[in-house]
Antibody
Framework: QVQLQQSGPGLVKPSQTLSLTCAIS??????????WNWIRQSPSRGLEWLGR?????????GYAVSVKSRIIISPDTSKNQFSLQLNSVTPEDTAVYYC??????????WGQGTLVTVSS | QSMLTQPPSVSGTPGQRVTVSCSGG????????VSWYQQLPGTAPKLLIS???QRPSGVPDRFSGSKSGTSASLAISGLQPEDDADYYC???????????FGGGTKLTVL
């Protein structure tokens, strides 16, 4: 059974960087049959896909246009995890953030969620 | 503004059958598989329907999915009180090169 365990701060100041990590058990971040995503949820935006990282003989990333200029999603093979960095945050980035695994075209496993509040 | 359109709410009484619709376009539902997610209060969404009508292990066969053209539907038969939750559809969008989701439907079991 795949499990995704999220960690990271729940409060970030405006203009600073939001950083979250998703530790994977039961699968490998380097799996050629999976992609690893960050998705957020807020009352105003609903479920919003932010981006993904995946390995297919080399590493690939994909990002949503809405955050492309300030997001980095990176794998850490030594710790079997992946992370999210979102720069220059504003109160609009306040949301519950989820990491997920995509396999066979569906998000079949989700992390527990992290409420991140952007406030001074 | 969500890329996929769902009704904000549906309701039913125990034992009834309800459906939740999900409307999209040719770049998303029209070209890729649709999945459905159930979210109970205070918890992460959970995969309910995999592909166009595949249920992960543990999901009752009261839940079923279908797709036609650029629309999809989730049907729940024999409603149970524990089905009271939010339901989301999602799929890959080939034009945006990213996942898109519906705005969610709140199912109330009366």
């Amino acid at each position: 059974q795949v499990q995704l365990q999220q960690s990271g701060p729940g409060l970030v100041k405006p203009s600073q960087t939001l950083s979250l990590t998703c530790a994977i058990s039961g699968d490998s971040v380097s799996s050629k049959n999976a992609a690893w995503n960050w998705i957020r949820q807020s009352p105003s935006r609903g479920l919003e896909w932010l981006g993904r990282t995946y390995y297919r003989s080399k590493w690939y990333n994909g990002y949503a246009v809405s955050v492309k200029s300030r997001i980095i999603i990176s794998p850490d093979t030594s710790k079997n995890q992946f992370s999210l960095q979102l720069n220059s945050v504003t109160p609009e980035d306040t949301a519950v953030y989820y990491c997920t695994r995509t396999s066979d075209g569906v998000n079949d496993f989700w992390g527990q969620g992290t409420l991140v509040t952007v406030s001074s | 503004q969500s890329m996929l359109t769902q009704p904000p709410s549906v309701s039913g009484t125990p034992g009834q059958r309800v459906t939740v619709s999900c409307s999209g376009g040719t770049s998303n539902i029209g070209r890729d598989i649709v999945s459905w997610y159930q979210q109970l209060p205070g918890t992460a969404p959970k995969l309910l329907i995999s592909g166009d009508n595949q249920r992960p292990s543990g999901v009752p066969d009261r839940f079923s999915g279908s797709k036609s053209g650029t629309s999809a539907s989730l049907a729940i038969s024999g409603l149970q009180p524990e089905d009271d939750a939010d339901y989301y559809c999602g799929t890959w969008d080939g034009s945006l090169n990213g996942w898109v989701f519906g705005g969610g439907t709140k199912l109330t079991v009366l």
